[in-house]
């Protein structure tokens, strides 16, 4: 129960920060509406990067604090770094390694362009609604 807790706490930090830097990019640049979501990807990708190294080179990192911090906070910021997380854990492992990393970050991309155009197919269809 206590590891739920530590992702429910970080992940709802994460979304208050996607939230506010949305807003506040939003508002430096209204012509832009997607820079908040780069900006949140982009440092998302880069915090887990350095926790995996971090991580990786140490044995004092706990896993409460990784679900706090990758799971919860990150996941909460931005599924992208998720996302990257798992091609290179994907990517580096014995079984597969870089096609089935490749694999999946094309599938998440593929399909998850197509269910945003499934969906908005499906918002404008008279005979679904």
Do not use: C
């Not at 508002?27 to 820079?35: Q, R």
């Amino acid at each position: 129960m206590f590891n739920h807790l530590l992702v429910i706490i970080g992940g709802g930090i994460g979304a208050l920060l996607r939230y506010r830097v949305g807003m506040g990019v939003r508002s430096l640049m209204p012509g832009y509406d997607g820079l908040g979501t780069l900006i949140v990807n982009v440092a998302g990708s880069l915090a887990i990067g350095y926790w995996l190294g971090v991580s990786q080179d140490s044995k004092m990192v706990s896993e409460s604090s990784r679900l706090f911090f990758v799971v919860g906070v990150l996941g909460g910021l931005t599924t992208f770094s998720s996302l990257v997380h798992e091609t290179v854990l994907l990517a580096n492992h014995r079984d597969g390694g870089l096609s089935v990393g490749l694999g999946h970050i094309t599938a998440n991309v593929i399909l998850g362009l197509g269910a945003v155009w499934l969906g908005a197919w499906f918002s404008r269809s008279p005979s679904i609604t």
